[in-house]
């Protein structure tokens, strides 16, 4: 079965610093991946996705991400993290089914941004 | 552009009471997803629709039923609540087709519906 893991669970950067959210995923065959940004008491915001070509991609509000198969990993990067991006962050990976697309996520990670 | 739309936003039921949530999907959408989740958990897959038809089954309690309607727009009935029924729901939509991988159109959530049972 797949799973996601979001190893860091809080997360506490200053504002303007780098960033960067960590996603290892477990699926046997090629993924589909995904991240999303919650806000407290919000719905989820697609930041960006994966299907297939470049295994470097980018996304809204300045994030960008890699996937890196011999590693298992899509990890989330933002070169100057803004006040606003406090939120939770969810990775997840999709698997096909009969005619769709169900996503498993992973446990979220929580940024807090320091001002 | 058109969104997920789910309503309620909010709703409060008491134990065994019986809650229905309605999402309608964007428009020429043909799959409709329904996701839980608790407080401070991730999202958990309940059920999907394809054009109308139930097309996967996740961690969705036996007291749980859900149908997407010729207009596309879903339902998730809710009967018996218990207290740990408690959660925010998501209804997403997506352009699937017929198992050719995630449509480039992307999968999009709605803003969910609060459920709180007291």
């Known amino acids: 079965a797949q799973s996601v893991t979001q190893p860091d669970i809080h997360i506490t950067v200053s504002e303007g610093a780098s960033l960067e959210l960590r996603c290892n995923y477990s699926?046997?065959?090629?993924?589909?991946l995904f991240w999303y940004v919650q806000s407290p008491g919000q719905g989820l915001q697609l930041l960006l996705k994966?299907?297939?070509?470049?295994?470097l991609v980018q996304g809204i509000k300045g994030f960008e991400a890699e996937f890196k198969r011999s590693q298992s990993s899509f990890n989330l990067r933002k070169p100057s993290v803004h006040w606003s991006d406090a939120a939770e962050y969810f990775c997840?990976?999709?698997?096909?089914?009969?005619?769709?697309?169900?996503?498993?996520f992973g446990t979220g990670t929580q940024l807090k941004v320091e001002l | 552009a058109a969104g997920v739309i789910q309503s309620p936003r909010h709703l409060i039921k008491e134990k065994r009471e019986t809650a229905t949530l309605k999402c309608y999907p964007i428009?020429?959408?043909?799959?409709v997803y329904w996701y839980q989740q608790g407080p401070g958990q991730d999202p958990q897959f309940l059920i999907s629709?394809?054009?109308?038809?139930?097309?996967d089954k996740g961690s969705i309690p036996d007291r749980f039923s859900a149908q997407q309607f010729s207009d596309y727009h879903s339902e998730l009935n809710m009967s018996s609540l218990e207290l740990g029924d408690s959660a925010l729901y998501f209804c997403?939509?997506?352009?699937?087709?017929?198992?050719?991988?995630?449509?480039?159109?992307?999968?999009?959530f709605g803003s969910g519906t609060r459920l709180t049972v007291v």
């Open positions: 629709f394809y054009e109308k038809m139930q097309s």
């Open positions: 994966y299907f297939s070509g470049d295994t």
């Open positions: 997403a939509s997506s352009l699937e087709g017929r198992g050719t991988g995630p449509s480039n159109y992307g999968y999009t």
């Open positions: 699926y046997g065959a090629t993924p589909y």
């Open positions: 997840a990976v999709g698997i096909l089914t009969g005619g769709g697309n169900k996503l498993t």
């Open positions: 428009p020429r959408h043909d799959t």
